[in-house]
């Protein structure tokens, strides 16, 4: 197969879905009906677009006047891996082994530099409380125009950090140490996932050797947390994914942890009941009778895990479904001010967002609580506000990928490769 062959087949090669102008009114339409539904705010105020924007003025030369300030990171081999859509980026990763340890470093966006407490950007990211991700078309929790630049962690640019630098056990991925402090880091490059898989494969390739490491790492705390009874409902996420998500749920823990643990203080933490044994025994169930699925019998005792044995071993055909029976019987995840009642799919007993500060007020509020070790009078207010704005955000995307399967487009394609309003003579359905 050419390059140009297997580059026809990712969401990059392929272009953005082409729709004719009435079909692209309709869904702006939709789009302004559901933000009016649930109180979804898309154009930003002046007077934040003004603040962000004087924010992004002198900005290499402030990085150079906080060196004295903070760890320089710069000599870290470091790079980020993000969808190909994306236009900021808020999480990179550096790794070493060394004789008894790994070390990984998670550097995150330091926006609380920019965007603090006393500002209109700091108001109007809370309002927001998140960002809304509609197939093709996003609503942000803070002005791009300071998002995609000087927060952004873009490749071969000094940026200012927050790092979260993990000493790990060789043999139990125990934490030794957490460092939590303010850096400046130098990514080397900026990669989609596709080009990290590739890198993988290609023992030639530049960030090679570190992404082999990193992978092989996060495979092992992959295989640690099903070990430890964390539910995994993709079983078939590719090495690339599988980085970023065991590596970001190493540093929410590290850092939640430090915060309850060390600190004893209240943050967002995030907290996520478990269903009634009845409502997993009927997801079980529900899962047995399907065709071609067994639940293996060592496993009923702990339903994760037994969701986890079925899905590895399930034809292709009914992930889906099994799935959908165990979402079915979850509870919602809320954000609350003390982490007790744990994370039950993860099987955390203590965990908090902190490594998406740009899409999300909860890790912005916790950005600055370690930062600062001020917790806000509101604490409680913005937890509620949080998850509240949370389901909005997810209920305006379901109705909207139905309006989108309603018109005869494909939600996931929209998602990966955007729209384009071409003339109806160039559109192929």
């Not at 603090?116 to 990211?125: G, H, N, Q, V, Y």
């Amino acid at each position: 197969m050419s390059d140009e062959q297997a580059a026809a087949g990712t969401p990059e090669g392929q272009g953005p879905v082409r729709v004719p102008q009435d079909l692209a009114d309709r869904l702006e339409s939709k789009r302004e009906d559901l933000f009016e539904k649930f109180g979804i705010e898309d154009a930003f105020p002046p007077e934040v677009v003004e603040e962000a924007e004087a924010r992004t003025e002198g900005v290499q030369q402030e990085i150079q006047d906080e060196l004295g300030e903070r760890e320089d990171r710069r000599e870290l081999t470091t790079w980020t891996t993000d969808p190909v859509d994306a236009q900021d980026f808020d999480d990179a990763i550096s790794v070493e082994e060394r004789e008894d340890e790994y070390v990984l470093w998670v550097h995150i966006a330091d926006v609380t530099h920019y965007v603090t407490p006393d500002t209109e950007m700091w108001e109007s990211a809370v309002t927001r409380a998140n960002t809304v991700y509609l197939p093709g078309y996003t609503v942000h929790m803070l002005p791009p125009v300071l998002a995609e630049t000087v927060c952004s962690l873009v490749p071969n640019e000094d940026r200012l950090a927050h790092t979260v630098e993990m000493h790990l056990d060789k043999e139990t991925l125990g934490y030794e140490s957490i460092d939590i402090y303010k850096s400046v880091i130098h990514s080397d490059e900026r990669l989609t996932y596709t080009q990290a898989e590739d890198r993988l494969d290609d023992p030639e390739s530049p960030l090679h050797d570190e992404m082999s490491l990193v992978f092989d790492l996060a495979d092992q705390m992959h295989e640690q947390r099903k070990e430890d009874g964390s539910l995994v409902l993709n079983p078939r996420r590719d090495r690339a994914h599988t980085i970023i998500e065991e590596c970001m749920l190493k540093a929410n823990k590290a850092v939640t942890h430090e915060l309850m643990w060390n600190r004893g203080v209240e943050a967002v933490y995030r907290v996520h009941p478990q269903p009634s044994p009845d409502e997993w025994s009927d997801a079980l169930r529900e899962i047995q009778e399907l065709d071609g699925v067994s639940v293996p019998g060592d496993s009923w005792d702990d339903p994760r895990k037994a969701v986890n044995a079925t899905l590895e071993q399930a034809p292709d055909r009914q992930l889906g479904q099994i799935q959908w029976a165990v979402m079915k019987v979850m509870p919602r995840a809320k954000y609350m001010n003390d982490p007790f009642g744990g994370h039950h799919a993860l099987n955390f007993e203590i965990y908090g967002h902190f490594t998406s500060p740009i899409r999300r007020m909860s890790d912005l509020v916790n950005h600055w609580i370690v930062y600062q070790n001020d917790v806000p009078e509101t604490l409680i207010e913005l937890c509620d506000h949080a998850s509240d704005k949370q389901k909005d955000g997810e209920q305006a995307e379901r109705e909207y990928k139905q309006f989108l399967e309603e018109v005869g487009l494909d939600p996931n394609a929209v998602n990966n490769r955007g729209i384009e309003v071409a003339d109806v003579d160039d559109i192929e359905y």
